[in-house]
């Protein structure tokens, strides 16, 4: 028996019981299904999470002050101590002139911010002319924190696209005065959108120069951060060593495991968070995955049911002068045929529910090749893994014995 007649026999046998093949194909529908979308799901965090983080800037060190130690029993958290200033950046951008491509010394902190009758509590950034250049975040109309601006300490703002929305209800705020800590700033731009929420909504936030968060503002002569774009990304590990060597000696620390500061690497956290997400998405797929085994187990037990049925049938064939090796074949095309159609409408089903709950949660799914041809192989090899012994059983059925069946 040829291959094609062997697909014609399964096909008019699945045919002939078509709640029973249903009823068969759902486990493999249910648990392929469910493994392309948990894939598709996990991929798209991956990208997602990748793309938040390149676009917090590019070749990207942060350089974060230390904590400020405990009050009332309370640790404080890191970026509170007064152990970075303006000259720690001048300093790392006036010695590290080839390795360093931009320097963004920052002060943030939450604020109430009112206009009018409407009052928000949001973020407030001091930061200089440099911050749009490091963070690859610029003004989409208005203009910018200058340098001009900084140096005289000027009561201006730079209002994220969610401020806009909350305090302007979307309408154009440039030229209009708002009050931060009852001190008024002139809105001089708006930011692009850059997308985002939860914690430290990068939209929700509002710029104003660095000298006037310091002096006017919160008080204070100290930074919270400074952003460091690297010249070239194979450079970061050199930079972030000579980075802390330069603030260990500014700051007369000779024990590195005593540093007032913290370097965080773009990169480092990038990996990181991608193998946690890669985790994730194995540990999903894995949950998920065994659907397919109960899918398989359901296809060697219907398998087994027809066996039985068809006793007869298979002595009468082997009467006929059908061989162990025919009745075989058979049996195991029908159960990879029943794989593979549970299979294509398993990734049917997937693809759709992963976008389906993409749409609902606003989460990205990514559906990949790889998922697809996963989902094929595995169809694939529960039916020949499942098949196999209602096959054998079937092809060792004695002729005699089958025709007297009843």
Do not use: C
Not at 54 to 82: D, E
Not at 211 to 239: D, P, Y
Not at 325 to 330: E, G, M, V
Not at 395 to 405: G, Q, T, V
């Amino acid at each position: 028996m040829n291959l094609y007649e062997g697909l014609k026999i399964a096909w008019r046998g699945l045919i002939a019981n078509k709640i029973r093949s249903a009823l068969t194909m759902l486990g493999i529908i249910i648990g392929v299904g469910s493994v392309v979308a948990m894939i598709s799901i996990g991929a798209g965090a991956n990208q997602s999470v990748t793309g938040r983080i390149q676009g917090l800037g590019s070749n990207l060190l942060t350089v974060i002050a230390g904590s400020s130690g405990s009050s009332g029993g309370v640790h404080q958290a890191a970026g509170t101590a007064a152990s970075l200033t303006l000259d720690d950046a001048k300093a790392i951008e006036k010695n590290m002139p080839t390795l360093i491509k931009n320097v963004s010394p920052e002060y943030n902190s939450q604020s109430q911010v009112v206009y009018l009758n409407q009052n928000i509590n949001t973020q407030i950034n001091g930061v200089t002319e440099k911050y749009q250049a490091v963070h690859n975040f610029k003004a989409k109309y208005g203009s910018y924190i200058s340098e001009a601006d900084v140096n005289a300490q000027s009561r201006v703002a730079v209002l994220g696209q969610e401020v806009v929305n909350n305090l302007f209800a979307g309408r154009d705020p440039i030229g209009k005065t708002i009050k931060i800590k009852n001190i008024p700033f002139r809105v001089i731009g708006v930011m692009e959108y850059k997308g985002g929420s939860g914690f430290r909504n990068p939209d929700d936030v509002i710029f104003i120069p660095l000298t006037t968060a310091q002096k006017r503002v919160f008080g204070g002569n100290n930074l919270r951060s400074i952003s460091i774009e690297v010249s070239q990304k194979n450079l970061m590990a050199t930079a972030s060593a000579q980075i802390t060597n330069l603030l260990l000696n500014r700051h007369k620390i000779t024990d590195p495991n005593a540093a007032d500061f913290q370097i965080f690497n773009q990169a480092d956290l990038l990996s990181t968070l991608n193998q946690v997400t890669r985790t994730l998405t194995l540990l999903l797929g894995g949950i998920a995955g065994i659907s397919l085994l109960v899918g398989g187990i359901g296809i060697m037990n219907i398998m087994l049911v027809s066996v039985t049925e068809r006793t007869r049938e298979i002595g009468l064939r082997k009467a006929v002068g059908a061989k162990r090796r025919d009745i075989l074949t058979q049996f195991l095309i029908e159960a990879i045929v029943l794989s593979l159609i549970g299979g294509g409408l398993g990734l049917v089903l997937g693809i759709t529910g992963s976008r389906i709950i993409a749409s609902i949660a606003g989460w990205p799914t990514v559906v990949s090749l790889n998922s697809i041809w996963l989902a094929f192989f595995f169809s694939a090899g529960i039916g020949i893994v499942f098949g196999v012994f209602p096959a054998r059983r079937a092809s060792m059925l004695s002729p005699i014995d089958a025709l007297r069946y009843e």
